[in-house]
């Protein structure tokens, strides 16, 4: 800190309340000869108990204004270097809080001062990056996928067929399918990935059909049945209620009689 440079800032008349606020702050970081000033925006920010970009606004004013310039670029994780402006004239015109209003009985014809804020400062001169452009607000985040019922009229794509047959040979692909929306329909489900949906449901038929009695070995005779209730004790990979196979043998014996 020098006192030096708050002595020179306290002087000075930017002619707002936050642009002051900002050039104490930042000779408070300053040399005696006023260079190597380079605090960022949030120490800034916290010295003055306004806003980043309250902050950033005040700073391109006062560099248009002649009370500041900077040194150096920034660049990433290193803040931009000011400098005070010693030189400049302390009984420069100061700006006035109605200077340019029509006052009521003087009724002037010079139209009122345009308040110069960040954008706008930017717009008149490009060359003015006091920081790197990292706010998170520029981008709007995209939006999450919702939730869908199944489609009715859902199928699997010739690759998710080619998986199928890779990944899981043992199950019935069209049955499963089926019973897969049934289920879902029957349910009233959402899900954001269906495909996703559809690929568990396989894996677990796959599991199914690898653990039933079809598959089982003579040492596992001797262990206890931890067959799942919901699928048929007789046709691996089926569901109890929905059984395909028992149904055509229910309906043929039917016929038969």
């Not at 660049?75 to 006035?96: I, S, T």
């Not at 399918?177 to 029957?186: E, N, P, V, Y």
């Not at 449901?201 to 690898?210: E, F, I, N, P, V």
Request: aromatic share 8%; net charge positive; charged share 20%.
């Amino acid at each position: 800190m020098s006192n030096a440079a708050q002595t020179w800032a306290w002087k000075q008349h930017p002619g707002k309340a936050s642009d002051k606020s900002v050039l104490v702050a930042l000779a408070d970081n300053a040399w005696e000869d006023g260079s190597n000033a380079w605090p960022s925006l949030s120490t800034l920010a916290a010295k003055t108990d306004l806003t980043s970009r309250t902050v950033y606004a005040a700073l391109l004013r006062l560099m248009l204004a002649g009370y500041i310039q900077r040194d150096d670029t920034p660049r990433q994780h290193k803040p931009a270097v000011y400098r005070l402006l010693y030189n400049r004239a302390e009984d420069a015109p100061r700006a006035e809080a109605g200077s340019g209003v029509n006052e009521i009985q003087g009724r002037t014809s010079q139209p009122p001062e345009r308040k110069l804020t960040a954008s706008r400062a930017e717009a008149a001169s490009p060359e003015l990056d006091l920081e790197p452009k990292t706010n998170p607000y520029c981008a709007p985040a995209p939006k999450p996928r919702r939730a869908t019922s199944i489609p009715t009229d859902w199928q699997p794509t010739s690759e998710q067929v080619a998986w199928l047959t890779a990944k899981c040979p043992s199950v019935r692909g069209q049955s499963e399918t089926q019973q897969w929306q049934d289920w879902h329909l029957a349910k009233g489900d959402v899900a954001k990935d269906w495909n996703a949906s559809w690929r568990t449901w396989m894996r677990k038929a796959q599991g199914y059909a690898a653990t039933g009695p079809a598959n089982s070995t003579s040492t596992s005779s001797n262990l206890p049945n931890h067959h799942d209730p919901d699928r048929c004790p007789e046709h691996v990979g089926q569901w109890a209620r929905t059984c395909g196979p028992c149904r055509a043998d229910t309906l043929s014996g039917q016929a038969a009689s």
